[in-house]
C-alpha cells in the first residue's frame, strides 16, 4: 500500500469533494489538463493522476502547455515533470503573449493573452477527442475573480468549478475549487515540484494581483474572512441585492 503524507489526504479530500458536489468526472472522459508550469496546475495533475488509481471512475489525461512565445520558456522542463508522472506533454507553440504585449494593446494585454489562450486550448482539445478541460485555478482565484468582477466590470461573478461551453460540447472544470493556495504551496513543496519563473513581463503587476494583495491584507485581520466570503457565492440572498 503507498504511504501518503497529511497534506496530500487533506488535498485529496478536498478534490474530491469538488469533483463529487459539482459532478466534474464522469466515466470515459478524456481530460484535457491545462499545465502553465505554475505549482497549481502540476498539482492538479498529479492529484488527477493519483486519483486515477484510486477509484472505479474511469478517464484518462491529456496535459497541455500553451507556450505564450516568450523567451525563456519552460516547455522541455514540463515536458519531462509530466513524463515522470507517466503523461507525454502536448506543447502547442504561440506568439500570444508578444501580440497580447504589443504596442496596440498596452491597456488589457491580460484579457488578450488569456483570450487567445483559451481559443488555443478549446481548438487543442478538440485535436484530442477531450470534450472536458482541467483548469488549476483555487479557492483563492475564485475570491479574487468575485472582487475583480465587483471593481472592473460592474458585476456580481465569478469562475465556476464547472461551466459549459459552446452547447455543451466542452467543459471546463476546476477540481481544486475548494483548495487554499497556501494548500497547494505546501503539498507542491513537498512533493519537490520546481518553481519556473513567470517570463511575462505583466507578471506581478496586474489588477488580479493588486485585489490579492488587498484580500491577503483584510485575512489578516480575522482568520474567518476567507471562509465567509466562499460561503457568501452560494449563499445569495437576491432579495437584498439591488435590481
Known amino acids: 500500500m503507498p504511504r501518503y503524507s497529511y497534506s496530500y489526504k487533506a488535498l485529496n479530500s478536498l478534490v474530491g469533494k469538488a469533483i463529487h458536489h ?7 472522459d478524456r481530460i484535457l489538463v491545462g499545465v502553465s508550469g505554475g505549482l497549481d496546475s502540476l498539482t492538479l495533475l498529479w492529484a488527477l ?10 478517464y484518462e ?7 505564450p512565445g516568450f523567451s525563456g520558456g519552460f516547455g522541455t522542463q514540463l515536458s519531462d515533470i ?26 488589457n494585454p491580460c484579457f488578450l493573452c488569456a483570450r487567445l489562450r483559451r481559443k488555443q486550448l478549446f481548438e487543442t482539445a478538440e485535436r ?6 482541467a483548469l488549476g485555478h483555487n479557492k483563492d482565484d475564485v475570491i479574487v475573480t468575485l472582487f475583480l468582477n465587483i471593481c472592473y466590470a460592474g458585476e456580481i461573478s465569478t469562475m465556476v468549478p464547472q461551466q459549459h ?13 475548494m483548495v487554499e493556495e497556501q494548500h497547494i504551496r505546501r503539498f507542491a513543496e513537498n512533493q519537490g515540484f520546481p518553481k519556473f519563473d513567470n517570463p511575462c513581463p505583466s507578471a506581478g503587476y496586474t489588477k488580479r494581483s493588486e485585489i490579492k494583495s488587498m484580500l491577503e491584507n483584510l485575512y489578516r485581520t480575522n ?17 437584498y441585492l439591488l435590481k
Open 61 to 67: 489525461l491529456f496535459p497541455v502547455y500553451i507556450d
Open 128 to 133: 484530442l477527442h477531450c470534450t472536458k478541460l
Open 22 to 28: 459539482y459532478n466534474l468526472i464522469g466515466d470515459g
Open 82 to 107: 509530466c513524463r515522470q508522472m507517466g503523461y507525454p506533454l502536448t506543447v502547442v507553440r504561440t506568439d500570444h503573449g508578444i501580440v497580447a504585449h504589443g504596442p496596440e494593446n498596452r491597456e
Open 165 to 177: 461551453f459552446f452547447n455543451g460540447r466542452f467543459t471546463i472544470i476546476r477540481p481544486l475549487a
Open 223 to 239: 482568520r474567518k474572512i476567507k471562509g465567509n466570503i466562499f460561503r457568501s457565492m452560494s449563499h445569495v440572498k437576491m432579495d
Open 49 to 58: 493522476s493519483e486519483r486515477r488509481k484510486r477509484v472505479l471512475v474511469n
